[in-house]
């Protein structure tokens, strides 16, 4: 079945997730927590045990909150059935070791999440599991790097700091062909702009924590499977335990009800922003894939159905002192890790950890999170930081920085940030 378009997924949005008839007409599904769950009888005892689990009738495998996010994450990603879990990085955590063991090997792009290569790297090597990392431009050619006991393909797609896509369909098509199940990691698109079971995934996983929650108040972390993927993934997984709380789960049920208008101006932002900086002589590169000249444009345009508010750029310079400079001008993006909340961040990465491709920039890697501001606020802001910046990297004088910052911090209540000279209507793909 195809996808709806994004507006009609507005609709979906809504109504997903909810039954108001099961909670005497309330509108959201309402909070539980708990643990024990107290049986009617005997026989409802008896009824409510599970081949895999026969002690499943407990609050840690879930409870109505927690299972009608659940269910509207299946739906929205188009799978057969989802678990959350208390993060982003326990979801692919909790994938690698439910779907490998010791003596398995694993394909894992090389622009995969740092947290998650961190944990290929210091723990599955322990667990007698071989980790190779694998360029994510390769595609088809993947086929050369499957062994007898390759189990697993992880991608990340778009990488969170370079935004490689990956030519999903034609990785999966050898995947299979050879018994290999794929993975991967859709946070940056969301379950509304990519998916990832029509493209061939066996296994997608969202960091809730991002555009679902949109607020920046809560961590939480899904994994839904295809059937086939479930079967083997979800008894698994359970064993380990983890359980998300149900007031972060309630407060994802609400962020999902407002995610398409959420994303919409995240990438109308996003896109806008990389445009307007990319002539910039601070900047080198802008690694984006929805402009036109991005390296995986046409993979993106091909299979996804919009573009989030993350991007990255090079800075051209790599003196901290004007790396300092342009973090020190600027208003509206603060400093911090995660994304897709409503607030913009900016991120200094430097240069991004790679074993299997080599990353071809001299600079300053920045990862720019486009919040919910005004679009031209922060063009206006993320422009005059780079002017500082480029001022400095030219003449070598930090006066000028400093002269600003001090300005900055007397005049901050009333300065008023000039529009771009190019409406944002033109800035859009």
């Known amino acids: 079945m195809n ?22 007409g309330y509108v959201n599904p309402p909070l539980f ?31 109505p909150t927690i299972r009608a996010f659940e269910a509207a994450i299946a739906e929205l990603e188009g799978g057969y059935a989802c678990q959350v ?36 790297d210091n723990m599955l090597g322990r667990l007698g599991i071989q980790v190779e990392y694998f360029d994510p431009k390769l595609g088809a050619s993947i086929a050369a790097l499957i062994r007898p006991q390759t189990r697993l393909i992880f991608l990340e797609s778009p990488g969170s700091l370079s935004f490689e896509i990956a030519d999903m369909p034609a990785i999966a098509k050898v995947a299979h062909a050879s ?3 794929v ?11 990519f998916k990832p079971f029509q493209h061939g995934a066996d296994v997608s996983i969202q960091a809730a924590t991002k555009y679902i929650l949109g607020h920046s108040d809560a961590l939480l972390g899904t994994v839904t499977c295809n059937k086939h993927a479930w079967e083997i993934f979800h008894p698994r997984a359970q064993m380990f335990g983890e359980t998300a ?40 590169r802008v690694l984006h894939p929805a402009l036109v000249d991005d390296p995986s444009h046409a993979l993106w345009k091909r299979d996804f159905l919009g573009a989030s508010g993350l991007f990255s750029f090079v800075l051209a310079s790599e003196d901290q002192r004007v790396v300092s400079a342009f973090f020190g001008a600027l208003k509206h993006f603060g400093i911090g890790l995660s994304w897709g909340g409503f607030e913009s961040l900016a991120l200094p990465v430097g240069k991004p950890k790679r074993s299997a491709s080599s990353w071809p920039d001299q600079g300053t890697l920045i990862r720019i999170h486009a919040g919910l501001e005004a679009p031209e606020d922060l063009v206006a802001d993320i422009s005059d930081a780079l002017d500082i910046a480029h001022r400095l990297a030219v003449s070598g004088e930090p006066a000028r920085a400093d002269r600003f910052n001090q300005w900055r911090a007397g005049s901050q209540s009333d300065h008023r940030l000039e529009s771009p000279s190019e409406p944002l209507s033109r800035l859009r793909v």
């Open 85 to 120: 879990f208390p993060s982003g990085l326990s979801a692919c955590t909790h994938t690698l070791l439910a779907l490998l063991k010791s003596g398995d090997h694993v394909l894992i792009t090389d622009n995969v999440y740092g947290p998650t290569r961190s944990f290929a």
């Open 245 to 284: 709380g149900p007031e972060d789960v309630s407060l994802a049920l609400r962020g999902l009800r407002t995610l398409g208008v959420r994303l919409r101006q995240h990438w109308q932002s996003g896109v806008a922003l990389a445009q307007a900086i990319k002539p910039h002589p601070a900047v080198s």
């Open 3 to 24: 996808s709806p378009v994004p507006d009609q997924q507005d609709t979906l949005l809504i109504h997903t997730g909810r039954d108001p008839g099961a909670y005497a």
């Open 183 to 193: 993975a991967v990691d859709n946070s940056w698109a969301s379950p509304l702009y």
């Open 179 to 181: 018994g290999v199940l």
């Open 33 to 63: 927590r708990g643990s024990t769950i107290i049986a009617e009888s005997f026989e409802a005892w008896e009824k409510a045990k599970k081949t895999d689990n026969p002690y499943g009738n407990y609050g840690r495998f879930g409870s």
